[in-house]
């Protein structure tokens, strides 16, 4: 739209002609940053609908704040954080506001640093900090046009930017004609064609002589009110072309119409302008120097064709085309030789040292075929552009070296290293066709191997679900005679696959993919940490726990140790806590288990922080620290929202049965359903054996001996088994059903067997009691309690005085049950297990006890997002590091905490530990 379709509002204030709407909303959103508010906005419309002129009537209305800008280019899309270096490249020098982490995963990713490649939403944070930052003086409008062509790295940050913008007097907005999925989630205006009057008088300027009226309506008819439609379309058209309508032009769809238009424009040029405008159309980055040094190889003197190209280019600081349209219409419609020759002039006046990667690109896209030399510096643009955190132009890079391959063995050894790039972006379709041409291309035994290898782990990290386990069980069957160490590891990998399936893994299931790692040859050097875990994770499937135990017990060892190699606790993540819990031993569980939090954390590792955090919020909901819990929680959802990927709630689940909260059904049958349709059945069997503790607890017993069943009937070497055994004992009890509570024992004796530790003999203790009378009974309720007692296990202690508490009262020991029961009580008020400390109330009522109800908890006051911020900074974490934890600014954080301290009644931090109240929990990891 050009300054014609400007017109003087009330004051003399230029205004957009058929805008008052738009322009009234885009004021509202400069005032609202002037308050330190927060907006972000996507301007959607159709190729000329206007939305370039409202961003710049945008820019003119905030003379106050600080703009910056960025313009999605079609064919800058594979080249990692372009569109951001546009946009934050005038902020750097801000840079040292910045947290330490997150300053040096900006410096790698604008190349002023070398380093290990950041996480993208690592860096989205980094970038929120930035703004945030910037903001801090006056406030920063952020303005992308083109939106749909920003290449994939920066589209993410700004999303996640923008939607995690809250107290921040930033706002962001984008132009496109049809948003990403990265843009869904925010707010959207769309932009339609200006209305019938204000679109006769559009018309009526680019046209100088008069119209028939019918004629008029049926342009504006068929533009729909497209601004530069009405604006483009006629130019150049006499009045007897018009006659019709626009019934001479191909009918290709309105923006393919407005690009014709200006194809019209092109065609009258010399040959030496369209050739200059090829150049600019196929130069993403609008360098006027390297413009020039490229034309003149191709010997084009711009100066003598400025005139002509006037219209249509502009030169200034950067090269700059009228419309997006006019670059893709000048690109489209030259031959496949005309692009070639001017991406070869382009590559030739590249710098190759300063700006390798667009080198290379220009280099590939000039090639007339194959070529070995384009595609090794392909190579080396993905290693470069790995390294910066551009995980999807990595695998973009690789894919067109794959193309570019001459010979047969560097095809597959790319298409391999292509599709693992693939995998790690996320981009699994796109991985899964790099495999299908790597099995084409000849590749030997080794490759073979390795593209089910691969398979496996798509089919793994797309959906956690049943199509995993064969396919990582088949690589290592195939690993086996080729690289015995990497057949091992696909081993585990495959047992963590056929773990999560669970039931729904008809093949590769855990007893094939445990039988085959124990038949697979053994390793000829010392064993590696993660030989001895799957040595002893394929042992308890095999040949039981009493077989497996020493096993177990030594890995649970030499991963606790703090001086193990973190690159194995890295790589084995969640898998390394399995032992412990086999074996009882919760000292190794906490230890492993935050040693694990605090690697993924400081790595900004976030594709695996949430598998991480649901194992801390577990371990902590399971020692009585709700609060420890519900952060992991929050943490977990706040990068699951930032990042998109989903994991079951486990530990919500946990957090919801131990409170007794029964709103927890509606989350239990959702996770059912969604684990059912995606094979996971480990979370059909978490869920139902969670439910199985929140109907104990609300004294629901035929509910909770329904739910514990299926699980405690499952898998019976491996933990969840157990742990439903021993719900269904106390539900079974209660209902009159010994014969169900006495098979359920024999797996309980079973699992303990071996165990040496006061957790697991304690829970042996306590489901012995169930099933015994008289002294027996007496002895082992008291047993329980004692070893539980010196244990983290706070909840089964607490549960424990009120198995206990009950038994003494049906023995009609009144006043002996009032002091377990008390005990029992005071527990579950103090850790905030509400189901369990309404039944203890009631067994304390029987024995003619007055028991008060429990008051509200702080915990109500609070939103959950105050509540977290609260505990953290309760814990000292400053602003920023609050922030960084839960991807918020400082500023929102900061935000945050006035509101909680306006609701608690309080003015400072050091009053935080007297109104939040604290379990005395020593779980917390920084």
């Known amino acids: 739209m050009t300054a014609e379709s400007h017109f003087r509002g009330p004051g003399g204030r230029p205004r957009l002609r058929g805008r008052a709407k738009e322009c009234a909303l885009l004021d509202d959103l400069v005032a609202a940053i002037g308050r330190g508010e927060s907006r972000s906005l996507v301007l959607r419309g159709e190729a000329g609908i206007g939305k370039t002129a409202l961003l710049e009537y945008l820019i003119a209305a905030a003379?106050?704040?600080?703009?910056?800008?960025?313009?999605?280019?079609?064919?800058?899309?594979?080249?990692?954080?372009?569109?951001l270096h546009q946009l934050c490249g005038p902020l750097l020098h801000r840079l040292q506001g910045l947290p330490a982490?997150?300053?040096?995963?900006?410096?790698?990713?604008?190349?002023?640093?070398?380093?290990?490649?950041?996480?993208?939403?690592?860096?989205?944070?980094?970038?929120?900090?930035?703004?945030?930052?910037?903001?801090?003086?006056?406030?920063?409008?952020?303005?992308?046009?083109?939106?749909?062509?920003?290449?994939?790295?920066?589209?993410?940050?700004?999303?996640?930017?923008?939607?995690?913008?809250?107290?921040?007097?930033?706002?962001?907005?984008?132009?496109?004609?049809?948003?990403?999925?990265?843009?869904?989630?925010?707010?959207?205006?769309?932009?339609?064609?200006?209305?019938?009057?204000?679109?006769?008088?559009?018309?009526?300027?680019?046209?100088?002589?008069?119209?028939?009226?019918?004629?008029?309506?049926?342009?504006?008819?068929?533009?729909?009110?497209?601004?530069?439609?009405?604006?483009?379309?006629?130019?150049?058209?006499?009045?007897?072309?018009?006659?019709?309508?626009?019934?001479?032009?191909?009918?290709?769809?309105?923006?393919?119409?407005?690009?014709?238009?200006?194809?019209?424009?092109?065609?009258?040029?010399?040959?030496?302008?369209?050739?200059?405008?090829?150049?600019?159309?196929?130069?993403?980055?609008?360098?006027?120097?390297?413009?020039?040094?490229?034309?003149?190889?191709?010997?084009?003197?711009?100066?003598?064709?400025?005139?002509?190209?006037?219209?249509?280019?502009?030169?200034?600081?950067?090269?700059?085309?009228?419309?997006?349209?006019?670059?893709?219409?000048?690109?489209?419609?030259?031959?496949?030789?005309?692009?070639?020759?001017?991406?070869?002039?382009?590559?030739?006046?590249?710098?190759?040292?300063?700006?390798?990667?667009?080198?290379?690109?220009?280099?590939?896209?000039?090639?007339?075929?194959?070529?070995?030399?384009?595609?090794?510096?392909?190579?080396?643009?993905?290693?470069?552009?790995?390294?910066?955190?551009?995980?999807?132009?990595?695998?973009?890079?690789?894919?067109?070296?794959?193309?570019?391959?001459?010979?047969?063995?560097?095809?597959?050894?790319?298409?391999?290293?292509?599709?693992?790039?693939?995998?790690?972006?996320?981009?699994?379709?796109?991985?899964?066709?790099?495999?299908?041409?790597?099995?084409?291309?000849?590749?030997?035994?080794?490759?073979?191997?390795?593209?089910?290898?691969?398979?496996?782990?798509?089919?793994?990290?797309?959906s956690m679900g049943s199509a995993a386990p064969p396919l990582l069980l088949d690589a290592a069957q195939r690993l086996e005679g080729l690289d015995p160490e990497l057949a091992r590891e696909t081993y585990l990998d495959a047992w963590g696959a056929s773990f999560f399936a669970g039931r729904f893994a008809s093949a590769g299931s855990l007893v094939d993919v445990c039988r085959a790692a124990k038949s697979a040859p053994r390793p000829t050097g010392p064993l590696r940490p993660s030989d001895l875990l799957l040595d002893g994770l394929a042992t308890i499937v095999t040949d039981g726990l009493v077989a497996a135990a020493p096993l177990l017990r030594r890995t649970a060892v030499v991963f606790a140790d703090q001086a193990s190699l973190a690159q194995e606790n890295f790589r084995w993540g969640w898998l390394t806590t399995n032992p412990c819990s086999l074996v009882w031993d919760e000292d190794s569980w906490h230890a492993i288990s935050a040693r694990n939090l605090k690697e993924a954390r400081d790595a900004g590792a976030l594709a695996r922080l949430p598998i991480d955090l649901a194992d801390w919020g577990i371990f902590c909901a399971w020692c009585g620290d709700f609060s420890g819990a519900a952060a992991a929680i929050a943490e977990t959802e706040a990068i699951i929202t930032a990042t998109g990927t989903y994991i079951a709630p486990y530990a919500q689940l946990l957090l919801s049965a131990l409170r007794g909260q029964s709103d927890a059904l509606p989350l239990v049958e959702s996770t059912i359903r969604n684990a059912e349709t995606g094979g996971q059945g480990l979370?059909?069997?978490?869920?139902?054996?969670?439910?199985?503790?929140?109907?104990?607890?609300?004294?629901?017993?035929?509910?909770?001996?329904?739910?514990?069943?299926?699980?405690?009937?499952?898998?019976?070497?491996?933990?969840?088994?157990?742990?439903?055994?021993?719900?269904?004992?106390?539900?079974?009890?209660?209902?009159?059903?010994?014969?169900?509570?006495?098979?359920?024992?024999?797996?309980?004796?079973?699992?303990?067997?071996?165990?040496?530790?006061?957790?697991?003999?304690?829970?042996?203790?306590?489901?012995?009691?169930?099933?015994?009378?008289?002294?027996?009974?007496?002895?082992?309720?008291?047993?329980?309690?004692?070893?539980?007692?010196?244990?983290?296990?706070?909840?089964?202690?607490?549960?424990?005085?009120?198995?206990?508490?009950?038994?003494?009262?049906?023995?009609?020991?009144?006043?002996?049950?009032?002091?377990?029961?008390?005990?029992?009580?005071?527990?579950?008020?103090?850790?905030?297990?509400?189901?369990?400390?309404?039944?203890?109330?009631?067994?304390?009522l029987a024995t003619g006890e007055k028991v008060r109800k429990r008051t509200v908890a702080t915990r109500d006051v609070l939103t959950a997002q105050e509540r977290q911020v609260a505990r953290l900074a309760r814990e000292g974490l400053s602003n920023p590091d609050i922030g960084a934890r839960l991807f918020l600014s400082p500023r929102t954080v900061e935000w945050h905490l006035r509101n909680a301290f306006m609701k608690l009644g309080i003015h400072s931090r050091r009053e935080l530990t007297d109104v939040l109240s604290s379990t005395g929990s020593e779980l917390i990891t920084a």
């Open 63 to 83: 003379p106050d704040a600080t703009v910056v800008r960025a313009v999605g280019v079609q064919s800058d899309m594979e080249l990692a954080f372009a569109s």
């Open 101 to 462: 982490p997150q300053r040096e995963a900006m410096e790698i990713v604008f190349g002023l640093t070398a380093g290990e490649a950041p996480d993208r939403f690592f860096v989205g944070l980094a970038v929120l900090s930035l703004f945030s930052e910037v903001a801090e003086k006056r406030p920063l409008l952020c303005v992308v046009d083109d939106a749909q062509w920003l290449d994939q790295a920066s589209a993410l940050t700004l999303a996640f930017v923008a939607r995690r913008l809250l107290a921040e007097p930033v706002a962001i907005v984008f132009a496109a004609r049809e948003p990403g999925e990265e843009l869904l989630h925010v707010s959207e205006l769309v932009v339609d064609g200006v209305r019938n009057r204000d679109a006769r008088a559009l018309l009526n300027s680019a046209v100088r002589f008069k119209l028939d009226e019918r004629v008029r309506d049926r342009i504006i008819a068929e533009t729909r009110g497209n601004p530069l439609a009405l604006l483009e379309l006629p130019r150049g058209l006499t009045a007897r072309q018009l006659a019709g309508g626009f019934g001479l032009v191909e009918a290709q769809g309105l923006a393919g119409r407005i690009e014709e238009s200006f194809v019209r424009r092109v065609e009258t040029l010399s040959d030496a302008a369209r050739c200059l405008l090829l150049v600019a159309a196929a130069e993403p980055v609008g360098d006027p120097l390297l413009l020039l040094a490229a034309s003149e190889r191709l010997g084009i003197a711009v100066s003598a064709v400025d005139a002509e190209t006037d219209g249509l280019l502009a030169f200034g600081e950067r090269v700059t085309f009228r419309h997006p349209l006019v670059r893709s219409a000048v690109y489209r419609t030259a031959t496949r030789e005309q692009r070639q020759q001017v991406h070869l002039a382009l590559a030739e006046a590249t710098d190759r040292s300063v700006d390798p990667d667009r080198r290379a690109w220009h280099l590939a896209t000039a090639a007339t075929g194959p070529s070995e030399a384009v595609a090794a510096a392909l190579e080396q643009s993905a290693s470069r552009a790995q390294a910066r955190g551009g995980l999807a132009a990595a695998a973009a890079f690789l894919h067109r070296s794959v193309v570019l391959s001459g010979d047969p063995k560097q095809r597959v050894r790319r298409a391999l290293a292509a599709a693992q790039a693939s995998l790690h972006a996320g981009i699994y379709e796109s991985g899964l066709e790099l495999l299908a041409l790597a099995e084409a291309s000849a590749p030997d035994d080794l490759q073979r191997a390795q593209v089910e290898w691969l398979r496996g782990q798509i089919a793994f990290a797309s």
């Open 683 to 844: 979370s059909v069997t978490w869920a139902q054996w969670t439910s199985a503790i929140l109907f104990n607890g609300l004294g629901r017993y035929d509910e909770a001996l329904a739910a514990a069943r299926r699980p405690a009937e499952g898998t019976p070497q491996l933990q969840h088994s157990w742990w439903a055994s021993i719900e269904l004992i106390e539900a079974a009890t209660h209902v009159g059903r010994p014969d169900l509570a006495i098979g359920a024992l024999e797996r309980v004796l079973a699992a303990t067997a071996p165990a040496d530790t006061d957790y697991g003999l304690g829970m042996r203790a306590r489901c012995r009691a169930l099933l015994s009378e008289g002294e027996d009974a007496d002895r082992l309720h008291r047993e329980a309690i004692e070893r539980l007692a010196r244990t983290r296990r706070r909840p089964e202690l607490a549960r424990a005085h009120l198995l206990y508490g009950e038994w003494l009262r049906r023995e009609n020991r009144r006043r002996d049950a009032r002091v377990q029961l008390r005990a029992a009580h005071d527990r579950f008020a103090s850790i905030g297990m509400e189901g369990f400390g309404e039944r203890a109330r009631g067994e304390l």
